[in-house]
């Protein structure tokens, strides 16, 4: 049997501290299942579509990684996918509270899934997709935050 975690997260966009986290996943897991929520109540900057296609392109190097949208719940995402595992970073002590609400509800929801927590290199644990956005929105260089194709695609799409 395969073992499939799935990645979830609004990916608005991906930051080098998604990467990190997927390349550390890559050696754990025959497969690593990354999930974009469509996540309208944060009204993202990038569609679905957008963000899915960005996302595939920055990982196109990954031959166990997949990218893959979803609007439901995601335990039903992570059932139809055959996987058990639901992946998610840790970058801070900040992360806690709301990862451990989040992971005590999908549990509730599906107990045959169990949630693993990674934490990316520490230079990255101050990154977030939304400081990213503020940054590029400024005019600032988000080169050192996201891939190439990421920066590019945040200059286009904020720009004036
Ligand atoms: N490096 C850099 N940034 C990271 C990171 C890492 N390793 N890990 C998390 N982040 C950042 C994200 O960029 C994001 O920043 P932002 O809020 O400034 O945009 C923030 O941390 C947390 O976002 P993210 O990891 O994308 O998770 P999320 O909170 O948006 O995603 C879902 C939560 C999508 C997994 C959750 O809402 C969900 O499961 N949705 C599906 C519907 C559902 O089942 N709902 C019921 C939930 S009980």
Redesign the pocket.
Same mark, same amino acid.
Do not use: E, N, V
């Given at each position: 049997m395969k073992n499939i975690a799935v990645y !979830?997260?609004?990916? *608005?966009p991906i930051?080098y501290?998604?990467v *990190? %986290?997927i390349q550390r996943a890559t050696k754990l897991f025959d497969q690593v299942v990354v999930a974009i929520?469509a996540?309208p109540k944060?009204q993202p900057t990038f569609s679905l579509e957008e963000r899915v296609a960005l996302t595939t392109q920055v990982l196109k190097s990954h031959a166990n990684v997949s990218v893959i949208g979803?609007e439901?719940?995601?335990?039903d995402f992570v059932k139809k996918q055959n996987a058990n595992i639901i992946l998610?970073?840790l970058?801070a002590v900040t *992360?806690f509270d709301?990862e451990v609400q989040?992971t005590g509800?999908?549990r509730r929801?599906a107990p045959e899934i169990e949630s693993l927590f990674l934490m !990316?290199s520490e230079k990255?644990t101050y %990154?977030? @997709? @939304?400081?990213v956005r503020e940054i590029a929105s400024l005019g600032g260089d988000v080169s050192e935050f996201v891939p190439e194709a990421v920066a590019k695609a945040l200059k286009n799409k904020l720009r004036k």
């Open positions: !979830p997260g609004t990916f *608005d930051t501290g998604h *990190d %986290i929520a996540s944060k979803f439901t719940l995601l335990t998610r970073g970058r *992360d709301y989040l509800m999908y929801l !990316p990255y %990154i977030s @997709s @939304s400081y």
